[in-house]
């Protein structure tokens, strides 16, 4: 069975390079600290190996893809991408990622399919970036790590991105990061509970349903936007966000809260290698709305094919889930 995988990370050695001038300037210690969680790959014990398999896009991945029956990554910006920047450092260095990632791409173009790295810190020139990297590098759609600065996309001043990726008709992956600075303070005191464990699930999903609420499907019912971690438990809190909604806020949607969940996102099996996640998405969104991803190199490859070869589902389903649903999604 041909596999896509779509959630995929790569780094170039500028942006790896612009972080460690973050993390060695003058912020204060605190800030500094919050970074090096926000960036866990560049922890110093072991940063050398995993920043080596976060820049290598030649034959050691490809082997690595090969051995594991996985025939394409659509490539992604590690996380937190270029949002821990200034805007004038972020939207340049967008820029020079995409050129990078867009070259890759071109040297091996039934392997490698690209998601543009943008900088919602100016939203005029993230829209600008995104059509720029859609229509002349060939990308198939955008990734933003959450939020930025403690905002969300539904703030009125990011529509304009929402608005160009309507008209591009391309998805928006909103992958995870940290919790907002404001969430921040009771995930600290123990160590894991901000980032994979339970804090990312948190932050995206808080993020996607602050753009239900705020009535963004209304405004661009086109807007597709993809999320990991088997859809951050949205499968399972979908009945619950129906009944819980308030009039306040039904009465101001067309839809109900959940509908727009299954109308205008996508989930992706990345990080959760587990069957009964898999059957509740299935269950509740549908097969048409699950991509597979891995989360490469973060997490393993033979886990994740692993899950869908024993997944019981028809074989039809795995084969949307696999590729047929990211072939249309992403016009791979
Ligand atoms: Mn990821």
Known sequence: MKRIAVEEHFATREYID???????SGKDAEAKQMLERDAPFMRRDGREKRVGALMDLGENRLQELDARGIDMQVLSLISPGVQVFDAVTATALAKKINNELAENVRKHPRRYAGLACIAPQDPQGAAKELERAVKELGMKGASINSHTNGEYLDNKKYAVIFEKLQQLDVPLYIHPRLPSPQMMQPYIEYQGLDSAMLGFSHEVSLHSLRLVASGVFDAFPR?????????EAFPYWLWRIDNKAPASMTSRLKKKPSQYIKDNFYATTSGMFWL??????????GAERILFAVDYPLEENAPAVEMMNNAPISDLDKEKICHLNSEELLRL
Do not use: D, F, S
């Open 18 to 24: 612009a972080l460690v001038a973050l993390l060695e």
């Open 223 to 231: 807007l597709k936007i993809m999320i990991g971690h088997m859809g």
């Open 276 to 285: 009964p996640p898999l059957i509740c998405a299935h269950m509740t969104l």
